[in-house]
């Protein structure tokens, strides 16, 4: 007997296939919405990483979760926006780790703090998160001390509980962090990250964007998952001549600005399938702090076949385009300006985006 669960995950995998696909965009069907990136879920309410912010971001409509990879001492993927886990957890609090505070170099910066890679994931779960942003989310900043770290493998088994009890299917954009940086102290990401996502089935059928700062191991991993339906990769660029990690530490010379060049979009789409720059990448700011004129990446972009989804939208004045802010002071929630931002955005014809509050993308998206 086939249970309403087995119904919900079949009929959603046939959507996600056929979307895949490109089924559905005939002649007179209206195009595809782009689809809203709920940045370490819900993270301007909730706290980063956790469950809490991934159940808020899929309850305000995020298309799809990201959980940032970092691994353990035991070499165990968790989701944790960086290596250093100072800023989101209470571990200042637990004396039994005062003695592990160090200082280390990661991708060229010198950082002091706790770095998850010196933990085993027992020793992790004794954690417990806090608001990276502190009083400037006070909503957030309430939950602080109720969230254990998660795992890779936890957070794909919630996506697919989610998916099942809502009837819609939430894709998952990880990021592999410092990938160069865990290689050269034994603990490389890549494969650890393939076997695990390959035992689900949910992340087996279903929509998965994998991004990177760097480029070697997106290539990496294109060679070997090839180009299955469900599964795209995304590069990750900034707007300054900077390398990327991988390249510093192999001496190239690329950086990423040559990367955002038509000719280097076209060495992007051999290896992957979608361009993520900042916001401001795509419209920059003026002197006055206002948005500028678009510059021509998602034109260039979509002229050799990548989407463009830009990074990340956040609704607090501080982080918003002079355009958009009003009088309630730097920290105050904008709701009505970060969603006034995010359409201007969507002029230009991005392919979706990344927010820290997918309900106000949604509004974005979706018109009111």
Not at 150 to 158: A, G, K, R, V, Y
Not at 168 to 197: C, M, N, Q, W
């Amino acid at each position: 007997m086939v249970t309403r669960r087995e119904t919900l995950i079949g009929a959603g995998a046939a959507l996600v296939a056929g979307a895949a696909a490109g089924v559905g965009a005939g002649a007179g069907a209206p195009p595809p919405k782009p689809p809203v990136f709920g940045h370490r879920g819900c993270s301007a309410l909730r706290p980063e990483h956790t469950l809490g912010s991934y159940a808020k971001a899929i309850a305000d409509g995020a298309d799809y979760i990201e959980p940032d990879l970092v691994v353990t001492k035991d070499g165990v993927l968790i989701a944790r926006h960086e290596n250093n886990i100072a800023e989101t957890t209470d571990i200042a609090a637990h004396p039994e780790f005062a003695a592990r505070k160090t200082t280390k170099t990661v991708d060229g910066q010198a950082q002091t703090g706790w770095f998850a890679e010196d933990f085993t994931l027992g020793e992790l779960k004794t954690l417990r998160a806090i608001e990276r942003l502190g009083a400037m989310r006070p909503e957030s900043r309430r939950y602080d001390g109720q969230f254990q770290i998660l795992t890779w493998d936890e957070i794909i088994d919630f996506t697919a509980a989610e998916s099942a009890a809502r009837g819609r299917i939430v894709g998952l954009v990880p990021e592999l962090k410092h990938s160069t940086y865990f290689a050269g102290i034994g603990l490389p990401l890549e494969d650890r990250f393939l076997a695990v996502t390959a035992a689900h089935d949910y992340t087996r059928r279903h929509p998965l964007e994998i991004q990177s700062f760097e480029t070697a191991n997106l290539r990496y991993l294109r060679r070997k998952l090839g180009r299955p339906a469900n599964v795209r990769l995304m590069q990750l660029v900034v707007e300054e001549a900077v390398r990327p990690a991988d390249v510093v530490a192999a001496g190239g010379t690329l950086t990423y600005a040559a990367m955002t060049t038509p000719a280097g979009l076209r060495e992007i789409a051999t290896y992957a399938d979608v361009v993520a720059p900042s916001t401001r990448g795509i419209i920059p700011l003026g002197a006055d702090g206002k948005l500028g004129q678009p510059l021509p990446l998602v034109r260039d972009a979509h002229a050799v076949g990548l989407l463009v989804r830009p990074w990340t939208f956040r609704p607090e004045n501080r982080f918003l385009a002079a355009d958009f802010r009003n009088g309630d002071g730097e920290s105050a929630r904008n709701p009505a300006g970060s969603v006034a931002e995010i359409r201007r955005y969507l002029a230009t014809g991005i392919d979706g985006f990344f927010t820290d509050d997918p309900a106000l993308g949604r509004i974005a998206v979706d018109g009111g």
